[in-house]
């Protein structure tokens, strides 16, 4: 996939002519243009993979970081997910979640947030639930990798298990 950073639609899913550098200090993910050590227009090429699968997640739909992966035929969960710690301010970081449906610790409100306004299906939390925070119905909100896409009509590959 071409190199898209630079103008990657925003993590509250409008498009612009801002950058993903703009946007990540916006989010606070990053401070003077640097991640990890790296310039951020220095993406590593396993990172704008993963941000560019993370694009085309629908909204009101989710993906395992399992799932991003297996479509991407490379890397583990545990990559994934470290590049959605490191890059993932800029795009829809909350359509890319844990496996049993749990909302990001540290992050649970802002997601929630996300998942109402896109109508997400949630299962609601039980009153034993810590914090009575609901969780993803994962069976209902998964996303196959391919079907009513934002990028439907690419071919994308292969297709993520549901």
């Given at each position: 996939?071409?190199?898209?950073?630079?103008?990657?639609?925003?993590g509250?899913?409008?498009?612009g002519?801002?950058?993903i550098?703009?946007?990540?200090?916006?989010?606070?993910?990053?401070?003077?243009?640097?991640?990890?050590?790296?310039?951020?227009?220095?993406?590593?090429?396993?990172?704008?993979?993963v941000?560019?699968?993370?694009?085309l997640?629908p909204?009101g739909?989710?993906?395992?970081?399992?799932?991003?992966?297996?479509?991407?035929?490379?890397?583990?969960?545990?990559?994934?997910?470290?590049?959605m710690?490191?890059?993932?301010?800029?795009?829809?970081?909350?359509?890319?979640v844990r496996?049993?449906?749990?909302?990001?610790?540290?992050?649970?409100?802002?997601?929630?947030?996300?998942?109402?306004?896109?109508?997400?299906?949630?299962?609601?939390?039980s009153?034993?639930?810590?914090?009575?925070?609901p969780?993803?119905?994962?069976?209902?909100?998964?996303?196959?990798?391919?079907?009513?896409?934002?990028?439907?009509?690419?071919?994308?590959?292969?297709?993520a298990?549901?």
């Amino acid at each position: 996939m071409g190199r898209m950073s630079q103008h990657r639609t925003s993590g509250d899913g409008t498009s612009g002519d801002r950058t993903i550098h703009d946007r990540a200090i916006d989010e606070g993910a990053i401070d003077d243009g640097v991640i990890d050590g790296r310039a951020v227009d220095e993406l590593p090429e396993y990172a704008e993979r993963v941000l560019d699968v993370t694009e085309l997640i629908p909204p009101g739909r989710v993906m395992t970081y399992g799932d991003v992966a297996e479509w991407l035929g490379d890397g583990g969960p545990r990559q994934v997910g470290r590049v959605m710690a490191l890059y993932g301010a800029a795009v829809p970081w909350w359509r890319v979640v844990r496996a049993d449906g749990a909302l990001l610790p540290g992050h649970e409100l802002r997601a929630l947030g996300h998942y109402r306004e896109e109508s997400t299906p949630l299962r609601e939390a039980s009153r034993s639930a810590e914090g009575h925070l609901p969780r993803l119905d994962m069976k209902r909100a998964r996303w196959d990798g391919v079907t009513g896409g934002a990028g439907a009509g690419r071919d994308k590959g292969g297709g993520a298990h549901t």
